[in-house]
């Protein structure tokens, strides 16, 4: 995806806007993979102020990813920003430690790395269907969210099962 700068770098204009769909279908991080219900939806603007040149855009993402614990596929939708000092990739003088400088090259944005990045950065930790999801059984395997199960007494050590006979 590909942001033509030249006409704000040539001071004609002082801001584009940018309305903007990301068509991928997946994004593996790690281990997780998400699969994406609908493009990712980029909207904003870049923008030139007595500062420098600028970029704001808001960044949905919709996505689908299985429950860490208890399997299911969920959907979930993020909603974040990415925003930052656009500067001409070889441009050495600014440094990143003290703002968040988006790269271009020539007169081209390109934005699939910096939005993606946005949007790992934005993902909950942990894949969960929802807070507090009770997961699988380990030993029968239903879902605790739905079902009760006897299993937890199952569920001891055996060598803590003798020891729980003596107390009896
Ligand atoms: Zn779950
Ligand atoms: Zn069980």
Known sequence: MRINLSRLLDKIVYKIDISEKMDINKLEIGKRTLELVEPIDIKGQVFKTDDGNFIHVDITCEYKENCDRCLKSFTNKIETVLSG????????????????????????????????????????????????????????????????????DNNIDPRLAKLKELFD
């Not at 950065?121 to 269907?129: A, G, I, T, W």
């Open 85 to 152: 000092r656009l500067i001409e990739k070889s441009n050495k003088k600014f440094n990143d430690d003290d703002e968040i400088l988006i790269h271009y090259q020539g007169d081209n944005l390109f934005l699939e790395e910096p939005v993606i990045s946005t949007i790992i950065l934005s993902l909950p930790m942990k894949s969960l269907c929802k807070d507090g999801c009770e997961g699988l059984c380990p030993v029968c395997g239903i879902d605790r969210n739905k079902e009760e199960c006897d299993c937890e």
